[in-house]
């Protein structure tokens, strides 16, 4: 299950810079991850070439699109609520028009435009290109509907609308897909098979970004320890490459180190990674360079070695744990991050405390924590009865949150009266005179404003906390 994006932006307009010559107007929400942010970015890119600006009202659209999740079930009764939203607004503004895209899309098909009457196309994460012969379908009177996944396609060749920036940091997207197959997960249905994106194409976008002013990327995917560029195709081809193309393979380990000695000033972050993927090379590769974050969001889902094999977990308990005292041998300031999943069909009680003191052990930064929610299509949904009552999950997860805030405190109040460097991204939501950004950790600091600005790299002394904040004072610039 992937999740690096901070639920409190969901739900957000993105916002495009508007351009003259273009006079349709485009409203686009974005909900789930990271990558569905970054698609909207490719989405706007894409519109933008075909006559539309985006805005922030949505009374104002002619076209409204929603970027869709199906990760829960909670995420697509969002999307629905939405659409209710759209509907009010089309009956005042009859010519708008309504798409649904990403995984949801996908998922759902052409029941969406039997289910939703006001939905007029339907575009799935891999068909965004097609978007121009769709809109064109609808202005006939057509509904329209590409949901076909790809084998190749990347959008690696479309310089991606940087939405709702603030100009600091930015996503780059080198994989796409999923071939892990867990039980519980939608991705590899609605996302298709793992390929990577051609190395040189990712340099040039970081390059683009270093030279418009951006400060920090994150390397994004659905699995980015899976990368692998051999000459194209999918990862499961590999073993039909040529020795030539094997030879020259760019694994992510290799990818992680040429992004880091191309623009050694840039922080590199990366999301997500499988605790079955993540090879040892690559924690030494986040070794070498200072630009490359401290941070490692390392997905678990269960404590419980039974629960993990019915979750197709290709790793078991132990395998985690040495894993993570590796990442601490190797990096001892690596901050660790977790996503969990409570009450999966069949979990005992033995199980859940299993989970807890797989926590104890490894007590996590932060983390990502839900209970299971039946998705429909997964393997869980169809071998597996949903039969843990929702008071248990409910109960469970509540352990599993307060347990996590237990953590988190004992994490960040290992900063105080440290020094630690924060890249400014915005201003404090709670204060106007004091800046917010992050740490290498991930971690977020609030600081006085000084003389300094967003996008400076700062030296902060840290001299209060709480479970999820540093707070400190600003010392001087630092460099990178």
């Known amino acids: 299950m992937e999740k690096t994006i901070d639920e409190s932006k969901q739900g957000e307009s993105l916002v495009l810079e508007q351009k003259k010559e273009n006079s349709r107007k485009l409203f686009i929400e974005s909900y789930g991850c990271s990558m569905n942010f970054s698609d909207s970015e490719i989405v706007a890119s894409i519109l933008s070439n075909q006559g539309y600006n985006t805005t922030q009202k949505l009374e104002d659209a002619d076209l409204v699109l929603v970027n869709t999740c199906s990760i829960r079930d909670k995420a697509e009764q969002t999307i629905r609520k939405r659409l209710e939203k759209y509907n009010a607004v089309k009956r005042i503004n009859p010519r708008m028009k309504v798409g649904v895209l990403g995984c949801m899309a996908e998922r759902l098909k052409s029941k969406f435009l039997e289910e939703e009457k006001i939905v007029d196309l339907v575009v799935g994460p891999d068909a965004y290109k097609d978007l121009p012969n769709l809109l064109a379908e609808v202005e006939d009177g057509r509904e329209a509907i590409n949901v076909i996944l790809s084998k190749d396609e990347t959008y690696g060749d479309i310089s991606p609308v940087r939405l709702n920036s603030n100009g600091v940091t930015a996503f780059v997207s080198i994989t796409r897909g999923c071939d892990n197959m867990c039980t519980f997960c939608v991705v590899p249905f609605t996302r298709g098979r793992e390929r990577s994106r051609e190395p040189q194409s990712i340099i040039e976008e970081i390059n683009d970004l270093w030279n418009r002013g951006f400060k920090e990327i994150t390397l994004l995917g659905q699995n980015v320890d899976s990368y692998l560029w051999y000459g194209g195709g999918l990862k499961k081809d590999f073993e039909k490459a040529s020795d030539l193309e094997k030879a020259t393979a760019v694994n992510f380990a290799q990818l992680l180190d040429l992004c880091a000695k191309t623009q050694p000033g840039m922080r590199i972050r990366f999301s ?209």
């Open 272 to 480: 997500t990674s499988n605790p079955q993927d993540l090879t040892l090379d690559v924690v030494e590769t986040m070794a070498k360079h200072k630009n490359i974050c401290n941070h490692i969001h390392l997905p678990v889902q269960s404590g419980s070695n039974r629960i993990l094999k019915a979750m197709n977990r290709l790793h078991t308990r132990e395998e985690y744990f040495d894993l993570i005292d590796n990442i601490r041998r190797i990096l001892p300031e690596c901050a660790i991050s977790q996503d969990l999943i409570t009450g999966f069909p069949t979990e005992t009680e033995q199980d859940h405390q299993d989970t807890l003191s797989l926590m104890e052990h490894v007590k996590y930064n932060f983390g990502y924590m839900f209970y299971y929610s039946e998705r429909p299509g997964t393997l869980a949904e169809r071998k597996l009865e949903d039969d843990i009552p929702l008071e248990v999950k409910k109960k469970r997860l509540d352990d599993i949150v307060q347990l996590q805030r237990k953590h988190s405190e004992i994490r960040t109040r290992e900063y105080l009266n440290r020094e630690v460097e924060v890249l400014i991204e915005k201003e404090s939501k709670k204060s106007e005179l004091q800046w917010s950004g992050r740490t290498s950790q991930n971690m977020v600091a609030v600081f006085p404003k000084g003389n300094f600005k967003i996008g400076d790299f700062v030296t902060v002394k840290v001299t209060d906390c709480t479970s999820a904040t540093l707070i400190g004072e600003g010392l001087h610039l630092s460099n990178m």
